[in-house]
C-alpha cells in the first residue's frame, strides 16, 4: 500500500502548478521520455514492467476545469535489491545531471521536479525491497 500511497501523494502536489498548456498525447510523450531517459542511465539495466493502476488519467483535486494528471509507473525489475541504494544513487545524479529539482530523499527512494515543466519523478521502495519509477504530468486539459 505505501508504494501507491507515495505515488497519490506525488499526483495531487502535481494539480497545484500552473504549467504551459500541453494535450493528453504530449503529456504522455512527454512521462515516457522521462522514464526511459531515466532507466537508460542505470546500471544494471533494469526491465520495465508496467504498474497498470497508472494508466488512466487521474483528476486533479479543487479544479473546476475538470483537468487531469497523466502518470505512468513501472517497476525496475532485474535489479538486485543489494544494488536499490546504487541505482538510487545514479537516479539522483541523473536527474540532477538533467537541471531536475530533488524534492525529497530517504533511503532508496526519491522525488523530483523537472524545472522546466514541472512534472513530477518519484523512485519508490516497496515492500520485498522493489523499486519502481513513476511520472506525473502538472494538471492538463484533457482535450
Known amino acids: ?9 506525488l499526483l495531487l502536489t502535481g494539480c497545484t502548478m500552473t504549467q504551459p498548456a500541453i494535450n493528453r498525447a504530449q503529456a ?9 531517459d531515466t532507466t537508460r ?6 526491465r520495465l514492467e508496467a504498474l497498470p493502476s497508472f494508466n488512466a488519467p487521474t483528476g486533479c483535486l479543487d479544479d473546476d476545469e475538470h483537468r487531469v ?7 525496475l525489475r532485474d535489479v538486485p535489491a543489494t544494488e536499490n541504494m546504487a541505482v538510487s544513487r545514479q537516479i539522483r545524479a541523473h536527474w540532477e ?8 530523499s530517504g533511503g532508496p527512494g526519491l522525488n523530483a521536479e523537472t524545472r522546466t515543466d514541472g512534472f513530477l519523478l518519484a523512485l519508490v521502495w516497496s515492500e520485498g525491497d522493489a523499486l519502481y519509477l513513476g511520472v506525473s ?6 482535450s
Open 1 to 9: 500500500m505505501r508504494p501507491i500511497l507515495v505515488l497519490f501523494a
Open 28 to 36: 504522455l510523450t512527454r512521462v515516457e521520455e522521462l522514464i526511459h
Open 41 to 46: 542511465a542505470l546500471t544494471p539495466r533494469p
Open 69 to 75: 494528471v497523466i502518470s505512468r509507473a513501472y517497476w
Open 97 to 104: 545531471s538533467r537541471g531536475h529539482r530533488i524534492t525529497a
Open 137 to 142: 504530468s502538472p494538471c492538463i486539459t484533457p
